[in-house]
């Protein structure tokens, strides 16, 4: 993504300020501010935020490297996939038991995602929320977080609080603190 978005000449100026944004000790509000979130369902949830191309993930089913959910917000985001092809992704993730065990679910960018092969087809909305409707905790869509301009950084493994209600998620900076600057 470094190369491809931010190493461009005309990156947009909000990309810019949130890559900055992962190198400074700010959180980041998001709000309906940035874009028109949508919640699916509603709730509030905090945790480890964890995620990405949802192609990406899913390879890694099965793998020592596989996706740990368990009680972590999860974000998932892709490019240039048809709905057929991220429905099978979502009942991958529902069948390994990974939306089930998240304590909230982000659904970024999913761009140029629809029907190119087929005249009928699911749609994008449809192949997301299908299972997600069900889990019964907080789900909301519309992040700017992808393969989208602008696009907002957001630090994997930073911590995330939710809320559907408010139409907002916290993400904590990725950088730690030194302890003797923690104030307390």
Known sequence: ??????????????TKQ??????????LCYTD???MLDTICEGEATGQLIGGNLTLLVSTLGTPFELDTKNRILFIEDIDEEP???DRMMTQLYMANKLQDAAGIIIGDFHNCYPKKRTESLSLEM?????????????MKGF???HCSPQIAV???SY????THQRTVEFESGIALPKDKIER
Request: without cysteine; charged residues 20%; glycine residues 6%.
């Open 84 to 86: 057929y092809e991220i």
């Open 160 to 163: 995330a609080t939710m809320s």
């Open 33 to 35: 501010q940035i874009s």
């Open 155 to 157: 630090a994997i493994g």
């Open 18 to 27: 949130a890559f900055y944004q992962l190198f400074s000790h700010r959180s």
């Open 1 to 14: 993504m470094l190369s491809s978005d931010l190493g461009k000449e005309d990156v947009h100026i909000e």
């Open 144 to 146: 700017r977080i992808g």
């Open 127 to 139: 192949a997301l929320t299908s299972y997600l409707t069900s889990l019964k905790k907080p789900v």
